[in-house]
């Protein structure tokens, strides 16, 4: 285990704010340049030994980790809604939905990164994949547990070694992950927790250990790193933001469409970039989902996340759930109607529903990161693939309809890394993760995602 410790180092420190009440519940203080350093090498060490081990070692140790997670679910999920707000039942599932993550790579790692032929002129030729290293990845706070295990869990059993600079409001959640996989059994710096800031993160991208950068995070995040490492010439995946469109044409099933969109929107109170955030209902379907929408939404319990009947937490940071407001604010100003919720306090915003919403406004245009649904009114299918389209980010979205040949062909015509029919976009480590335009590039999870970071070489026998 690397040589931090829970005290400030005279860098600064990081605080741990529960959002519902906003109470300290602790301090981290950051690393200096001696301590990264050390990790850093402590990486390039554990590399040349871990690079060498079996599949089969991977798996077993993947393994017990993932029994760890089981075991310890409560205690970890307790952590995650203490540093950022999650309803405990979420963080629960979360966690279990990690362990799943370790066994599905412990299972099909090996198969995933068999050499394949190549027929040639060769005796024989083939392309063989190897690990590359030190992947360094800059992860969000909203899934502190999944964001991790999305990464670390491939990777790793690719024969790479994890490098984890973590939002600074979960660096609690941060350390116990690296306790987990030091407990598992992983040798000493095959995954290590990097507690600092911003200020030294291009000094790590710049270093010659780490050989790759993974980043979920905003759009803005993203530019600055996938240009640090650009100038740098290493690989790197940026899963950005998203504006996830529903398209509830006139024959779907509207009650189901708006109990999932709901549910979309606003588990982890709105805060997923995959979260359905635009609804586009064409024709004769916009009346009735509408008020099925107002009837969910009005279920919707928010409160405090530790208690059982809660159903929506607070939002992670007062900034945060402030922007929230400032963009529901500006949607009314520019023609859109509030018919419930919209309320904030604190960190605590009351689940919201905008109608009227059109092209231009803030919650059209912008990603809305919190419980903020806008229902917007497509009078053609290709209405509603246009303003699908007409957006800046592209990572997910769901169709609904009964006639699946219409749905499917609509699908192939919406610009996103994922389109779901008739259910909810979802990460899930079997298929491939990520978006297209401002919402990123690279995939994570399935065969994909583990590729990423491989060097994909070619051999050949004359």
């Not at 030190?134 to 059993?157: E, K």
């Not at 987990?180 to 250990?209: M, R, S, W, Y």
């Not at 229902?375 to 209405?383: K, R």
């Amino acid at each position: 285990m690397n040589s931090y410790n829970n005290t400030s180092s005279g860098a600064g420190v990081f605080k741990s704010i529960y959002p519902y009440t906003q109470e300290v519940i602790a301090e981290y203080g950051l690393m200096d340049d001696t301590t990264i350093e050390n990790c850093l090498q402590q990486s390039t060490k554990a590399f040349k030994h871990w690079r060498k081990t079996s599949f089969a070692e991977r798996s077993a140790l993947m393994l017990t980790l993932a029994d760890i997670l089981v075991a310890n679910r409560d205690a970890y999920a307790t952590l995650i809604t203490h540093e950022m707000g999650k309803v405990l039942r979420e963080a629960k599932a979360e966690v279990e939905k990690c362990a799943g993550c370790c066994r599905y790579y412990a299972e099909h790692a090996e198969a995933f990164l068999q050499d394949v032929p190549q027929p040639s002129d060769a005796f024989k030729s083939y392309v063989t994949f190897q690990p590359v290293g030190a992947v360094l990845a800059i992860m969000p706070w909203n899934f502190p547990f999944w964001q991790v295990f999305r990464f670390a869990a491939p990777y790793i059993m690719a024969g790479n070694v994890a490098l984890l600079k973590h939002a600074p409001n979960v660096c609690g959640v941060a350390l116990v992950i690296e306790k987990a996989f030091l407990d598992a059994g992983f040798p000493a710096g095959v995954f290590q927790t990097l507690i600092v800031d911003v200020t030294k993160t291009e000094a790590i991208i710049n270093h010659d250990i780490v050989q790759g950068i993974t980043l979920t995070g905003s759009e803005l995040a993203g530019s600055k790193v996938g240009a640090l490492a650009g100038k740098a010439i290493k690989k790197s995946v940026l899963e950005l933001g998203g504006s996830d469109v529903v398209i509830v044409l006139e024959d779907a099933d509207i009650e189901k469409a708006a109990k999932t969109a709901v549910q979309s929107r606003m588990q982890n109170a709105g805060q997923s970039c995959i979260a359905a955030k635009r609804f586009i209902t064409v024709g004769n379907a916009n009346e009735a989902f509408t008020d099925a929408v107002q009837k969910e939404i009005a279920q919707l319990i928010q409160g405090d996340p530790l208690d059982d009947t809660t159903t929506t937490g607070p939002i992670a940071r007062i900034d945060l759930a402030e922007n929230l407001e400032h963009q529901m604010r500006n949607a009314l100003i520019a023609g859109a109607q509030l018919t419930l919720g919209g309320d904030r306090h604190g960190c605590n915003f009351t689940p919201a529903l905008l109608v009227n919403v059109k092209k231009g406004m803030s919650t059209f245009e912008e990603e809305a990161f919190g419980p903020l649904a806008s229902i917007i009114h497509a009078n053609t299918e290709a209405e509603a693939i246009q303003l699908a389209n007409d957006h800046r980010y592209g990572l997910g979205g769901s169709i609904w309809s009964k006639d699946i040949d219409k749905a499917q062909a609509l699908a192939k015509e919406i610009e996103s890394g994922a389109v779901f029919i008739n259910a909810m976009v979802k990460s899930d480590p079997r298929y491939p993760f990520g978006g297209v335009k401002k919402s990123g590039y690279g995939r994570e999870l399935g065969s994909f995602g583990i590729h990423e970071f491989m060097n994909i070489k070619t051999v050949y026998v004359g």
